[in-house]
């Protein structure tokens, strides 16, 4: 079956401008996760969305970012007024369901900002 | 603060040979550990996971080793292809909510 995707692949934007990137789970996973991967570096997490359940956002690292989930599938991150150290990749994950704790990954959507 | 330490941050061995990869914890509650595999431009991809209440676990190539007690955990590859050159990552979790990483292991097997 399909497996997660993200949109765009690549986003070059102007520093101070907002952006937007999108990632499609696996149909019928009901937990999704944001990271964000800088250059040389793990994986640092950003937001969680489990079903029904307030998103633990505690990992977001300013307000500039929010991140939102429709109908309990597409999600979208959402970067405001962007910074030069926004630029990395950054990946979204979905789970089956809480319990299950494996996590699939996207190709994530390499960010860039001037 | 790095709540997964892993070691090292690259390694080089010749094709059959065995890499090890290990990482450290701190924190008691977590209890699930994933390793997973990331090539370039493409995102991770789970490898093998364990739980604590067991010690070692094999799926095919990839072998975990777990010490509870030592809050260790290691990633062992047997008989190293050229095709597993890619970078590797260890995690740890407690709830599923949050999962933490370590900073990633880039492995280059030589043919």
């Known amino acids: 079956g399909a497996g997660v995707s993200q949109s765009p692949s690549n986003k070059v934007t102007e520093k101070g401008k907002d952006v937007e990137l999108r990632c499609d789970p696996i149909?019928?996973?009901?937990?999704l996760y944001w990271y964000r991967q800088s250059l040389g570096q793990g994986l640092e997490f950003l937001i969680y969305?489990?079903?029904?359940?307030?998103?633990?956002k505690s990992g977001l690292p300013s307000d500039r970012f929010s991140a939102e989930r429709t109908g309990g599938s597409v999600s979208t991150l959402t970067i405001q007024r962007t910074q030069q150290e926004d630029s990395a990749v950054y990946l979204c994950?979905?789970?089956?369901?809480?319990?299950?704790?494996?996590?699939?990954f996207g190709p994530g959507t390499r960010l860039t900002v001037t | 603060q790095q709540q997964v330490k892993q070691s090292p941050q690259s390694l080089i061995v010749q094709k059959g040979g065995i890499p090890i990869i290990n990482c450290a914890y701190e924190?008691?509650?977590?209890?699930?550990f994933p390793w997973y595999q990331q090539f370039p431009g493409k995102g991770p991809a789970l490898l093998i996971a364990?739980?604590?209440?067991?010690s070692e676990k094999k799926e095919g190539r990839f072998t975990i080793s777990f010490n509870k007690s030592a809050k260790q955990f290691s990633l062992h590859i047997m008989d190293s292809q050229p095709g597993d050159s890619a970078t590797y990552f260890c995690?740890?979790?407690?709830?599923?909510?949050?999962?933490?990483f370590g900073t990633g292991t880039s492995l280059t097997v030589i043919p």
């Open positions: 149909s019928g996973h009901t937990a």
């Open positions: 969305f489990q079903g029904n359940s307030a998103p633990d």
């Open positions: 924190n008691t509650a977590f209890d699930y």
């Open positions: 364990i739980r604590p209440d067991v």
């Open positions: 995690a740890a979790s407690s709830t599923g909510n949050q999962f933490y």
């Open positions: 994950a979905s789970s089956k369901r809480r319990s299950s704790y494996e996590q699939y």
